[in-house]
């Protein structure tokens, strides 16, 4: 019996440290490329060094930190990155829209309208991320093909932190549900070319605006400390946009 209280103490602790460190890093509480220690880490969450070392692992293995020598730094804002996983979606997801055409079942259909409309009600900037992931997993999911949805799950995860950005205002939040919306129906209406057309251009508009954004704003996400590495070409001015925070 005690052997399996101390087995499950640590177990608890490693997921308690991970979802804590993973939050704080996905709403930019811990800036891209800011170092992190071990150390600092066990006083700053209250946990012991066994815990700390898996959680750090297990967000090195989701390319959210990155492990160098003997420090651990969390990884910059890549452009790069950011244009490859909207290729990648731009791929992936109006294919399971087209496979959510013709698997889903009006039930099924019933449920993501219920999540999108439960997620607008609450206008914030938290709810705006979840709503969007929470649909386009929903959506993927309807095409009952498992790797394709555990892609777009994980692109949408390396996105996470980036989209906070996104959704900064209430008309970008507003916008992308009437976006979302207008798939679904797509789909409803058995409709795969549009409901294809209509996602692969979300995607496409989301990656844009999110560039443009950063374009405009890179000094002053600089100035907050947020490391941003990349081709310079896609910020669109050729202006160098490679920094360290320290």
């Not at 698997?103 to 449920?111: G, N, T, V």
């Not at 709810?127 to 993927?140: K, V, Y």
């Amino acid at each position: 019996m005690t052997e399996t209280t101390e087995t499950a103490v640590p177990v608890s602790q490693t997921s308690q440290l991970y979802d804590n460190l993973r939050a704080a890093i996905l709403t930019l509480d811990i800036a891209p490329g800011e170092r992190i220690s071990e150390r600092g880490l066990e006083g700053r969450f209250h946990a012991s060094r066994t815990p700390v070392r898996a959680a750090l692992s297990r967000l090195e293995r989701e390319g959210l930190i990155l492990h160098e020598g003997r420090s651990w730094t969390v990884t910059p804002i890549d452009l790069d990155e950011i244009a490859s996983l909207a290729e990648l979606r731009g791929v992936l997801e109006p294919a399971a829209a087209r496979l959510a055409v013709e698997r889903a079942s009006a039930e099924q259909l019933d449920e993501v309208r219920a999540h999108l409309d439960q997620l607008r009600s609450t206008p914030d900037r938290e709810a705006g991320i979840r709503m969007g992931s929470t649909f386009h997993l929903d959506l993927a999911a309807l095409g009952g093909n498992r790797f394709v949805t555990d892609a777009i799950a994980d692109a949408l995860t390396r996105l996470e932190r980036t989209r906070w950005i996104e959704v900064r205002t209430a008309e970008a939040r507003e916008a992308a549900w009437d976006e979302h919306s207008a798939i679904l129906e797509a789909v409803r209406a058995g409709e795969a070319d549009r409901a294809a057309e209509l996602l692969a251009a979300h995607v496409a508009g989301t990656n844009d605006r999110l560039l443009a954004f950063i374009a405009q704003e890179r000094r002053r996400l600089r100035g907050a400390g947020m490391a941003i590495v990349g081709s310079p070409e896609l910020l669109g001015d050729g202006e160098p946009v490679a920094t360290q925070a320290h």
